[in-house]
Nanobody
């Protein structure tokens, strides 16, 4: 079981940028990794995923604004978020895709507000 810890969230103004990090306790090189987000009262949403070979898929709501990447030498997945909107406000979590029986961590809070 690889444990994942998210970081990098914070308060930003609309139009701002933020980079999230997901640090894994072990190798993630063979796995598809993903960023999810969950706002209060809403279902958890799959934001972006990146396959072991580096190909990516994004939710329509973030396409063109967010970029998921990975550095397998550092066992870390990133989410670069640009042109942030208030509707991006949520707790952001990382996990394998599909998440399967894996547990969820605390995530990192992203708040977009002026």
């Amino acid at each position: 079981q690889v444990q994942l810890v998210e970081s990098g969230g914070g308060l930003v103004q609309p139009g701002g940028s933020l980079r999230l990090s997901c640090a894994a306790s072990g190798s993630i090189s063979i796995y598809t990794m993903a960023w999810y987000r969950q706002a209060p009262g809403k279902q958890r949403e799959l934001v972006a995923r990146i396959m072991s070979g580096g190909s990516t898929i994004y939710a329509d709501s973030v396409k063109g604004r967010f970029t998921i990447s990975r550095d397998n030498t550092k066992n870390t997945v990133y989410l670069q978020m640009n042109s942030l909107k208030p509707e991006d406000t949520a707790v952001y979590l990382c996990n394998r895709f599909p998440s399967g029986l894996g547990s969820w961590g605390q995530g990192t809070q992203v708040t977009v507000s002026s």
